[in-house]
């Protein structure tokens, strides 16, 4: 079945820096959505991308939708403490059916550097 | 607007016992979703409702059943508990099957 590869895995952050996490697939997706997660909370839209090369932003969130249609990049700038917590990426088949429902990647885990 | 609000928020069960976990959404959205969370696996799909009256199979539905009451809820069934199904549930709905809104969770324990 589809599968998205999500990295890094976690990273840490300071105060002031710039960020940036991708997912890519093997397959072709119609669409790509970025949601963030706060502990103890449910996943909260951030971005969705609708087509290939699209560029996204919200505030200090910025996605693509790649050229290939096979991964997507979110970037987050100037990063302040808030923005810890799990990035998911989220992306739709091109399928109709329960095929075209989304798969979500495992998450990035963004933690504030000791 | 609440959005989507699933209740109970947490719980826990003795292996072997049922329990419904409910999920209401205020968008009127046609399509709602559940879907399970566990460490280090991402959120994986039980089960989905596309519209009123209608419901499928998603990744992981074994164990589970669901009932789609009306446009407004969709409840999450465990007829016989299992310590595997340990997890949190979050329910979804959207407009089309892109831009789903999640609720808060139901943190679930069974021993």
């Known amino acids: 079945g589809q599968q998205l590869n999500q990295s890094p895995q976690s990273m840490f952050i300071q105060e002031g820096e710039d960020v940036s996490m991708n997912c890519t697939s093997s397959?072709?997706?119609?669409?790509w959505l970025w949601y963030k997660q706060d502990p103890g909370e449910g996943p909260v839209l951030l971005i969705a991308?609708?087509?290939?090369?699209e560029l996204t932003s919200n505030g200090r969130l910025t996605a693509q939708f790649g050229i290939t249609r096979k991964d997507s990049f979110l970037n987050i700038s100037a990063s302040i403490p808030s923005d810890v917590g799990i990035y998911f990426c989220?992306?739709?088949?091109?399928?109709?059916?329960?095929?075209?429902?989304?798969?979500f990647g495992k998450g990035t885990k963004l933690s504030v550097k000791p | 607007n609440a959005g989507v609000t699933q209740t109970p928020k947490f719980q826990v069960l003795k292996t072997g016992q049922s329990m419904t976990l409910q999920c209401a959404q205020d968008?009127?959205?046609?399509?709602m979703y559940w879907y399970r969370q566990d460490p280090g696996m991402g959120l994986r799909l039980i089960y989905y409702?596309?519209?009123?009256?209608?419901?499928d199979k998603g990744e992981v539905p074994n164990g589970y059943n669901v009932s789609r009451l009306n446009k407004r809820e969709f409840s999450l069934r465990l007829e016989s508990a299992a310590p595997s199904q340990t997890s949190v549930y979050f329910c979804?709905?959207?407009?089309?099957?892109?831009?789903?809104?999640f609720g808060p969770g139901t943190r679930l324990t069974v021993t």
């Open positions: 979804a709905s959207s407009e089309a099957v892109t831009e789903q809104y």
């Open positions: 991308l609708y087509k290939a090369g």
């Open positions: 409702s596309a519209s009123e009256g209608t419901t």
């Open positions: 968008m009127n959205h046609n399509s």
């Open positions: 989220a992306g739709q088949g091109i399928y109709g059916g329960s095929q075209g429902n989304l798969i």
């Open positions: 397959s072709i997706f119609n669409t």
